[in-house]
């Protein structure tokens, strides 16, 4: 099973960017969708973005679109979460997820994996 680190969280102002990673190891990534969510303080856990294995075919929650785009480097064992033109409401802990079904992981269900999360704030 794959375990996964998520990195790249910080403090930026608003307008702003960042680039957070998860870094998989442990099993076979490119067998594995991988999805971005997203948990701000009582709040429940929300979809971002998921990518299938082999990295062709993105899905990112409607709101977000244009301003957040996910990759992945199968090569690098790594996922990536671009976000630009952040605002005060993005902030949150970031997850990373994988799992071996796509449309699952998209609704939070059979994943395999989770992160231990990573924090983004953003000051207006």
């Known amino acids: 099973q794959v375990q996964l680190v998520e990195s790249g969280g910080g403090l930026v102002q608003a307008g702003g960017s960042l680039r957070l990673s998860c870094a998989a190891s442990?099993?076979?990534?490119?067998?594995?969708?991988v999805g971005w969510f997203r948990q701000a303080p009582g709040k429940e856990r929300e979809f971002v973005a998921a990518l299938s294995a082999s990295g062709g075919v993105p899905a990112h929650e409607e709101s977000l679109k244009g301003r957040f785009t996910i990759s992945r480097d199968n090569a690098r064992n790594t996922a990536y979460l671009q976000m630009n033109s952040l605002k005060p409401e993005d902030t949150a802990v970031y997850y990373c997820?994988?799992?071996?079904?796509?449309?699952?992981?998209?609704?939070?269900?059979?994943?395999?994996?989770w992160g231990q999360g990573t924090q983004v704030t953003v000051s207006s």
């Open positions: 997820a994988a799992g071996g079904r796509f449309r699952l992981l998209i609704g939070g269900q059979a994943i395999d994996s």
């Open positions: 442990g099993g076979t990534f490119s067998n594995y969708a």
